[in-house]
């Protein structure tokens, strides 16, 4: 899947400004010649986490999943990958511990169907999310039940064979914005509006929760998965993305 990405490939080190929100995506399988090197990365209590998996497949996808987080983490503040901590939030979303700058990293994970993606940004709050287009599901009913009357008027007036393209735009738009704030559902998913119209930018239109929400955050589509819809959302207004492979 990787081979179809067309992002440039990282330098060993990167030093991020507060107007750029980087993204990096890797395939799980793609990784498995390194597992074990991967898994020498992780903290001990990651390694009692992923002992206490039932699946060897969920217990790789941990072990890569927060082994290139820490190598990504670790080109970015030119820091030993091993020796990052990280701590939950309130809601659960993860972050560095404070010391040596770390704590002014930002970052966000999401993986489906053997892709992972990451967002990295400095100085303000990020959140990414990365679906694999299933051609099984209902998106109109799941629209109806999960989605805001704008979104659904939007959805419903596309033809039939682009709704699961907008769906997915609009499903992971919203995720993002989620997850970028980081307060959990305290906000639902019908309580803010997103562009999903194929071709539209990705945008955040309206929310019926903090008033300024629309002026303090905004969308970018990631581009170039096929088979998959992704989106970035930031605070702010004035952040460019950039998409890299890890290879």
Same mark, same amino acid.
């Given at each position: 899947?990787?081979?179809?990405?067309?992002?440039?490939?990282?330098?060993?080190?990167?030093?991020?400004?507060?107007?750029?929100?980087?993204?990096?995506?890797?395939?799980?399988?793609?990784?498995?010649?390194?597992?074990?090197?991967?898994?020498?990365?992780?903290?001990?209590?990651?390694?009692?986490?992923?002992?206490?998996?039932?699946?060897?497949?969920?217990?790789?996808?941990?072990?890569?999943?927060? +082994? @290139?987080?820490?190598?990504?983490? =670790?080109?970015?503040?030119?820091?030993? $990958?091993? !020796?990052?901590?990280?701590? /939950? &939030?309130?809601?659960?979303?993860?972050?560095?511990?404070?010391?040596?700058?770390?704590?002014?990293?930002?970052?966000?994970?999401?993986?489906?169907?053997?892709?992972?993606?990451?967002?990295?940004?400095?100085?303000?709050?990020?959140?990414?999310?990365?679906?694999?287009?299933?051609?099984?599901?209902?998106?109109?009913?799941?629209?109806?039940?999960?989605?805001?009357?704008?979104?659904?008027?939007?959805?419903?007036?596309?033809?039939?064979?682009?709704?699961?393209?907008?769906?997915?735009?609009?499903?992971?738009?919203?995720?993002?914005?989620?997850?970028?704030?980081?307060? +959990? @559902?305290?906000?639902?998913?019908? =309580?803010?509006?997103?562009?999903?119209? $194929?071709? !539209?930018?990705?945008?955040? /239109? &309206?929310?019926?929760?903090?008033?300024?929400?629309?002026?303090?955050?905004?969308?970018?589509?990631?581009?170039?998965?096929?088979?998959?819809?992704?989106?970035?959302?930031?605070?702010?207004?004035?952040?460019?993305?950039?998409?890299?492979?890890?290879?």
């Amino acid at each position: 899947m990787l081979e179809l990405l067309h992002w440039p490939a990282p330098r060993e080190a990167l030093r991020l400004n507060s107007k750029e929100i980087y993204v990096w995506c890797a395939a799980v399988d793609g990784e498995s010649s390194r597992l074990e090197s991967l898994r020498q990365l992780l903290s001990p209590d990651e390694r009692e986490k992923v002992a206490r998996f039932c699946f060897q497949k969920t217990r790789e996808e941990f072990i890569v999943a927060r +082994g @290139l987080l820490r190598i990504i983490l =670790g080109r970015c503040l030119d820091a030993n $990958p091993a !020796e990052l901590c990280f701590r /939950l &939030g309130p809601h659960g979303k993860p972050s560095l511990t404070a010391g040596s700058g770390h704590d002014a990293l930002r970052f966000n994970v999401s993986h489906s169907g053997g892709l992972i993606l990451y967002a990295v940004s400095r100085q303000r709050e990020v959140g990414v999310d990365l679906e694999r287009i299933c051609s099984e599901l209902v998106v109109e009913d799941l629209a109806a039940r999960f989605f805001s009357p704008r979104e659904n008027a939007a959805l419903l007036a596309l033809p039939k064979n682009r709704r699961r393209e907008g769906f997915f735009a609009c499903w992971t738009r919203k995720e993002a914005f989620l997850k970028a704030k980081g307060d +959990g @559902l305290s906000q639902p998913l019908d =309580g803010f509006d997103v562009s999903l119209a $194929p071709g !539209e930018p990705a945008a955040l /239109l &309206g929310s019926r929760g903090p008033a300024r929400d629309v002026e303090r955050w905004s969308i970018r589509e990631v581009p170039s998965i096929p088979g998959y819809a992704g989106a970035v959302a930031g605070e702010g207004v004035d952040w460019e993305l950039r998409c890299r492979s890890l290879r």
